[in-house]
């Protein structure tokens, strides 16, 4: 039987407000009918272009951030189970799952007759070799959400066991994220150049890679174990340096889907009015948050945190990004099992409350926060101007960064900047694995925890506690909350725009974590 604890929660609480949190639900954008296309008629010798960051290596261990591993990397690895739509999880090239009944024990029962692009079998050998070089890997994003796993076994060519030290479900979540899951040619691993040319069981086989620029794929040779992937004879995945750029190239042709975002409405709503675009939107579980490096002055001083939470104008900075998105203190999202509404009134704006909490902290005459990183695309940069005019009123001064998104958080690895204005969301269906990567991966969480909040970690993700998670989650959640471990700012309302001959992208899979596997997508001629 497959993993179903918490999920029937989860579709639930979906189902009653956030209707699937994925950019690729059907959530006020574009039909399948894809209006104003010349035939409905599929082209399989054409060009699907895509304007995402792409990341500086292909290696999906030397990718930080398990979105932008899907960006770049899912016309070539599969996983070996996928997040689907719904929030729940499907079968890839794993058929079939099941934990014991002391939660110690998953056995996943594999697909037959699949190969790697390289000719290699895939097969339990070759799942235990990927997750191995995963595990072992110094990479915290990859090696992380296994990090509970004991032992693997390839029980046969089609049975594989993992076992796993404590009882938790993290791992499949891991599973399910290329930066963490991604089945790899157990030859590639072994020749040691994953960064430039990756080697997997999906469509497509590199052709070109610019690290950081762009990444050619080409439809590989013979008949691929899914017959619905492959529609188009390449994919190319490009990086532009601004929105303005990006919105260009959607709005001249260039590409053929890009994201979108409410900061993109003013060159891109013409068209999609039109239908010139089609838009897919829908509520996701994407934060735009401060972080704070409580590891040095001021943010070591819970009162300064909390004085900058109180000095956060919310309503208007979220108005930046998304007039439609919703304004968030908690820093876990709204739609995950434990998020508890009471907390959105922990800090409501009071610049009265945000002087006092500072002259209390030493800080009577207002305070210089020091450098805080921004990214340079997804609507960042203004918001960041919009949040440091507001907080210079109020005496709190901010020198901003710009970086490159895709580096940032390598950059904010480093440990040297007070701050990070960056998204914040789950990295994969598991609660659990939220809050390992928030509170101790150190590409996210910057400083100590303060005592106590450890403690409340046990329990969260046991399948033995099914009935708790609720409880065990929100205790944690309130105390980081209180403490003002991050500053959060909205939740925003994501999605992508089409050209109109562009097929299926409204049911990527992925899509509700910032990136998408768009394996489905087809073009008309």
Not at 56 to 82: C, E, F, H, K, N
Not at 321 to 350: C, H
Not at 454 to 460: H, R, T, Y
Request: charged share 20%; net charge negative; hydrophobic share 35%.
């Amino acid at each position: 039987m497959k993993h179903v604890f918490r999920r029937k929660q989860l579709v639930a609480l979906v189902a009653a407000g956030l209707l699937a949190f994925t950019m690729a639900a059907c959530g006020g954008g574009s039909s399948d009918s894809s209006p104003g296309s010349k035939s409905d008629a599929v082209d399989t010798d054409t060009t699907l272009r895509v304007s995402l960051p792409v990341s500086a290596s292909l290696d999906p261990t030397q990718i930080r951030i398990a979105s932008y591993g899907m960006i770049a990397l899912w016309p070539v690895y599969d996983r070996l189970i996928q997040v689907m739509p719904d929030n729940s999880y499907g079968a890839m090239l794993a058929t079939d799952w099941s934990f014991s009944g002391d939660g110690l024990t998953l056995t996943m029962k594999l697909r037959e007759g699949v190969t790697f692009s390289d000719g290699e079998p895939f097969n339990a050998e070759a799942a235990k070799t990927s997750l191995e070089y995963f595990k072992n890997s110094d990479s915290v994003s990859s090696s992380g959400p296994l990090a509970n796993i004991k032992a693997i076994k390839a029980v046969s060519a089609t049975e594989l066991e993992i076992d796993l030290a404590e009882p938790s479900t993290s791992v499949l979540g891991g599973l399910a994220t290329p930066t963490s899951g991604a089945m790899i040619s157990p030859k590639a691993i072994h020749g040691g150049d994953l960064a430039t040319n990756p080697v997997g069981t999906g469509a497509y086989v590199v052709k070109n890679f610019r690290p950081s620029v762009s990444v050619t794929y080409e439809r590989r040779s013979g008949q691929n174990w899914d017959e619905k992937a492959g529609q188009v004879a390449k994919v190319v995945i490009t990086t532009f340096t601004s929105d303005e750029a990006r919105t260009n190239a959607i709005r001249s042709g260039q590409s053929d889907i890009t994201t979108y975002s409410a900061s993109d409405k003013p060159a891109l709503n013409a068209d999609i009015t039109s239908g010139k675009l089609n838009l897919d939107q829908s509520t996701g579980f994407l934060m735009y948050t401060l972080f704070l490096n409580t590891a040095k002055a001021p943010f070591n001083d819970v009162k300064v945190r909390q004085a900058v939470n109180y000095a956060l104008d919310r309503p208007n900075l979220t108005g930046v990004i998304d007039e439609t998105a919703s304004t968030r203190v908690q820093a876990y999202p709204k739609g995950l099992p434990g998020f508890d509404d009471s907390l959105e009134s922990t800090f409501t704006f009071d610049p009265g409350k945000a002087k006092e909490l500072l002259a209390e902290a030493g800080y009577p005459d207002g305070i210089d926060l020091g450098q805080v990183l921004v990214g340079n695309s997804g609507g960042f940069p203004g918001l960041a101007e919009a949040m440091q005019g507001s907080l210079k009123e109020q005496g709190i001064d901010v020198e901003i960064k710009t970086v490159d998104t895709a580096q940032i958080n390598s950059e904010w690895s480093k440990g040297t900047y007070s701050g990070m204005l960056m998204y914040q969301s789950p990295p994969d269906l598991e609660p659990v694995n939220y809050f390992v990567r928030n509170y101790t991966n150190p590409y996210w969480w910057q400083g100590p925890l303060p005592d106590g909040f450890e403690p409340l970690l046990k329990g969260i993700g046991d399948p033995r506690e099914a009935d708790q998670q609720d409880a065990l989650i929100g205790a944690a959640n309130k105390f980081a909350t209180e403490n003002a471990m991050f500053a959060p700012i909205l939740q925003k309302k994501t999605g992508y725009v089409a050209a109109p001959n562009v097929q299926n992208f409204q049911s990527a899979s992925f899509a509700q974590f910032g990136g998408a596997d768009f394996r489905y997508v087809s073009l008309t001629k």
